[in-house]
């Protein structure tokens, strides 16, 4: 996120897309809530489903999945035409206003209302509710970035905020909501193809040197690595033979279930290391037993970009071993001796050579909530990203071009389906679905079909369906309501007995390589 | 700012600040039941009387604003006898099962009763035991030590904005009743803001009592809100996940898998031991074996197709640091970028 969480309360508008905040990040709408309620915020709900935002908003906007870019630059054009973008502030802080300008002539009211579903009127006064508020804050998660255009989603939507002056204020920016509890650290230590920690990017040979010195080896790493999903290609063509799995379950989180374990059955060598035998770690040749966060000390970077401490509580199971010691254990049977040997030794390491996390320790954050960057000891962090000027120097605006998923209902396949989390469970469900808890809570996979659909299809709340797509088929209890929109389903993928992974498509975006989660093509019909 | 007096020291707060929180800061202890720092005021309990320029007509401090040049008085020998009666009154019904129930020993009533030093409080069954109307699958709720206070309830409408209960008083016979039981996401924010025992997890099957446990400050595992919990520990078990309201973005809020979600640490089907593939089947290994043989099967595919041959998958479940020691060793050791994790499904 650009800003912290608690910024919200100081937004006039908060527009939300592709968050189902209340069952994802609850404890974000509660905030969400509670500017609405006592603030006088104003929520902008745009989202496909009718989500249980939609009881607290202004204003709702059901686009159809996979036409964010056009409304987002139909909402411009409005502003745009009207007057209301922030003209001192486009002319100080960024460039290629005039291209965005012309680009979006195109994207008339008529226009956008056409391809979007979303009238005309409400086109209007969502631009209105948006340009006219300042500051105004944007949320964001996977409904807009699980897409082939997941990119250009992601970047028309810091258009309109830059458009409107929203960004590098407090109670504005464009703030992502991170699923997984460390997905932002994991990126920031360098968990990614192309980047070393703190996203000095492989490609610079100045970065590749200063690792090679610091870790002490020859090679300079200049050649960006395969991401996850072309792993698994190059698997296939034998051109990846081995691969080490720490705290992953692919089989089940990925795209195109069966085509994952036809990948990973052509490698030689499969290492998993987990706290359960997931679906992923069956196909191992050698699984370890890992420690989950109970069980060992730590750090983990929030979707703020704070960072806070993880510590041990219980002793590991049986013959458990910390992740840090496999990894240092392996390291050195490989003819590398690592130099730290805990957690707190890497965190200091880590504050060495990587410039946002200089100042970061584990004595500081025993009282202190740090965000990122934070250079040195005596820096208090950065809550607010892009303040007075953007990272880059001036923020640019790009013109995006519309482009349709890659999959659209056919008569063969009516239905769009879209994938996503319930409250209860999290991701493949290897942890929540353990123990009784939070299965009384949410025990079964539920697919949500609107009343319509299911009348046409002579379907009962509570009946099996059979879901099929070009990949696959899966069969799933319908829930019949009207949170799904007529000619959409929505299935969770936190269940292995309704693997939905196996009928979603492996079309994915080209620059960050996400799946395109949120819309496939399929059929339903009532199970026999 | 305004200016006044509380028990004789001199005190300056924004308009609008209460003299109860007007009292905290300055370090002085209203006894109340009801008042919670996350909730608006309520003014259930009459306990956090005041009286105001020598006026014996003590009110609620807990949603009076403070007035300039007011004189406020916390802790009179008036004021002490009312707050018995008043205290009285809830006891009267309040059965004091303490052996038995969860809260002893962080229970706001049990501190109040010991405070203002309750000895003589007969306690008189109910003709008719309250049956609780309210439960969730993870939430017991127990009438019979339900004060009334309501912070639940206001709990549950103003941190949650859901509604899903409320108090149906009947006089002496109020209790929480059911609004709308699908609308209950069983987030627990009512059972984290309750006083005392009356709401309950429902859920761990080992008990510990708060002198027993061990309390450890961490991060919640799940999602990417961060909130800040503390797990309870007993026996080398996680027993229970609790809050400081003091802490973190969440502010001792959590969702249902934060506060409930703690049984998987424990499973009995956790991996214990490392495994090796043999003919199609797992069985048990040493960690030597293992990592010999993982070692010596890198280094061989290394040696005969490149280290791009070997690409690896890190986790945004894991730590920062094992997350960095990962891609250092892939980058290090094997010497190859083909690191990356699943943050984009
Ligand atoms: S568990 Fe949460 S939703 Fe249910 S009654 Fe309590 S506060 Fe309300
Ligand atoms: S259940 Fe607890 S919080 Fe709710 S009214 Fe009773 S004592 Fe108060
Ligand atoms: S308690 Fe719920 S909202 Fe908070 S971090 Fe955990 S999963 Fe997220």
Redesign the interface.
């Known amino acids: 996120m650009t800003n ?3 910024d919200l309360l100081k937004s006039e508008v908060i527009l939300t897309t592709g968050t189902n905040t209340t069952e ?5 709408a ?1 905030y969400i ?2 500017a609405v ?1 006592k603030r006088g915020a104003k929520l902008l709900v745009i989202d496909p489903r009718r989500i249980a935002l939609v009881d ?1 908003a202004a204003l709702w906007l059901r686009p159809r999945p996979g036409t964010d870019v056009c409304w987002i630059n139909g909402l411009m054009h409005i502003i745009i035409k009207e007057g209301l973008h922030t003209k001192d502030y486009i002319e100080e802080r960024t460039e290629g206003f005039d291209e965005l300008s012309a680009h979006l002539e195109e994207f008339t009211p008529e226009y956008v209302s056409s391809i979007t579903g979303i009238s005309q009127d409400d086109l209007f006064a969502a631009a209105r509710m948006y340009a006219g508020a300042s500051p105004a804050s944007i949320l964001y998660a996977m409904g807009i ?2 897409h082939i255009t997941g990119t250009d989603n992601v970047k028309s939507l810091a258009n309109l905020a830059m458009l409107c002056g929203n960004v590098g204020v407090t109670g504005g920016g464009v703030n992502p ?18 980047v ?2 703190g996203y000095q990017p ?1 490609l610079n040979d100045d970065a590749g040197n200063k ?1 090679a010195t610091a ?3 020859d ?1 300079i ?1 200049a ?6 999903t072309e ?1 698994f290609s ?2 296939e063509k034998k ?10 379950n ?1 089989v089940l ?2 795209p195109d279930k069966s085509h994952i374990e036809h990948c990973i059955a052509s490698l ?2 499969l ?1 998993v290391q ?4 997931t679906e992923t ?1 069956r196909l ?7 420690t ?5 000390d ?7 970009r ?10 590991p ?5 910390e ?2 010691w ?6 050195a ?2 003819g ?1 001796e ?1 130099s ?1 040997r805990t ?1 707190k030794q ?2 200091e ?2 504050a060495k050579i990587t410039p946002s996390y200089g100042g970061i320790s584990y004595e500081r954050l025993e009282n202190e ?1 740090l965000a990122w960057p934070c250079p040195d000891e005596d820096h208090p962090g950065t809550p607010v990203l892009h303040v007075g000027k953007f990272a880059r120097g001036k923020g640019r605006f790009f013109a995006i071009k519309f482009i349709p998923p890659f999959e659209s209902p056919d008569s063969e396949y009516p239905f769009l389906l879209s994938t996503g989390r319930v ?5 493949t469900g ?3 679905r ?5 299965n ?2 949410s025990p079964e996979s539920l697919a949500e079909i609107n009343p319509v659909d299911a009348e046409k299809l002579s379907i009962s709340d509570g009946d099996m369906v059979s879901i099929t797509s070009r990949r696959g088929s899966i069969t799933v209890k319908a829930w019949i309501n009207k949170r799904s929109q007529p000619g959409m389903v929505f299935v969770p993928f936190h269940f292995h007995e309704a693997p939905v992974n196996l009928l979603t498509s492996t079309a994915i975006d080209p620059v ?4 395109e ?1 949120k819309v496939s093509a399929v059929r339903i019909e009532k199970a026999s | 700012m305004v200016s006044a007096t509380i028990d004789n020291r001199e005190i300056s707060v924004p308009e609008g600040t209460t003299i109860l929180e007007a009292a905290q800061k300055a370090g002085i202890d209203i006894p109340t039941l009801c008042h919670h720092k996350r909730l608006p005021p309520i003014g259930s309990c009459n306990m956090c009387i005041v009286e105001i320029n020598g006026n014996t007509k003590p009110v609620n401090s807990c949603n009076s604003p403070v007035e300039e040049g007011m004189k406020v008085a916390t802790d009179t020998k008036a004021l002490h006898e009312q707050r018995v009666v008043n205290l009285k009154k809830i006891l009267k019904h309040h059965a004091l099962d303490c052996p038995i129930c969860d809260k002893a020993g962080e229970c706001d009533l049990q501190d109040v009763v010991y405070r203002l030093g309750v000895t003589d409080a007969p306690f008189e069954p109910r003709e008719n035991p309250r049956i609780a109307e309210y439960s969730t ?2 939430i017991r709720y127990w009438p019979e030590r339900c004060i009334l206070c309501q912070r639940c309830v206001t709990a549950c409408n ?4 859901i509604g899903a209960i409320d108090i149906k008083s009947d006089g002496d016979d109020g209790q929480i009743v059911v609004v709308d039981a699908d609308k209950c ?3 627990g924010e009512c059972l984290f803001v309750c006083p005392t025992g009356a709401l309950t997890e429902n ?1 761990s099957r080992y008990k510990g009592r708060p002198w027993l446990e ?1 309390r ?13 919990l503390q ?1 309870k ?1 007993m026996d ?3 027993i229970g996940v609790t809050t400081d309201v003091d802490r ?3 502010q001792g ?5 934060g506060r ?8 009995e ?9 043999e003919n199609g089947e ?1 069985r048990e ?1 040493s ?1 030597d074996e ?6 010596q ?3 061989s ?1 290394k040696e005969e ?1 490149g280290p ?38």
């Open positions: 912290p969480i608690p994802n990040h609850p404890i974000i509660n809530k509670e309620t607290s970035t699980q909501l991170r699923g997984q509890n460390n997905v932002q650290g994991a990126c920031d230590m360098g968990g990614l193809p192309n070393f920690t492989v690792f870790w002490g080896v090679n790493f050649k960006p690595g395969l991401t996850v792993m190059a698997a051109q990846v033979r081995a691969m080490y799995v720490m705290g992953e692919p989180s990925d030689d060598f290492v987990d706290i359960f035998l770690a191992a040749d050698v699984v370890f037993p890992a989950c966060f109970a069980e060992k730590g750090t983990v970077t929030n979707t703020e704070q960072v806070s401490r993880v510590k041990k509580a219980v002793d199971p049986g013959d458990t071993r992740d840090i496999i990894l240092n254990s392996l390291s049977r490989m590398y690592m730290a957690a890497i965190m390491e880590i909530r409250m209860a469970h999290y991701h290897t942890m929540t353990r123990g009784t808890g939070l009384r809570i960050a390589k996400i799946p989660f | 699958s993870l103003a941190i949650k904005g996401k069983s987030c859920l061990n450890v400050e961490t991060t919640c595992t799940y999602c990417g809100c961060g909130c800040q797990l520990v080398n078990r996680v973190g973005v969440n809020s959590l969702c249902v898998k409930f979600g703690y049984e998987f640490i424990g499973d089907n956790r991996l214990t031991t490392p495994l090796i593939k797992f290994a960690w293992a990592l010999d043989l993982t070692a099967k890198f280094s595919i197709s791009d041959s070997i690409a690896g998958l890190t986790s945004a479940k894991c730590t920062n640091e094992e997350n960095y020691l990962f891609q250092k060793f892939m980058r290090a050791v094997i010497g190859t970028n083909n690191v990356d994790h699943c943050a984009r499904l």
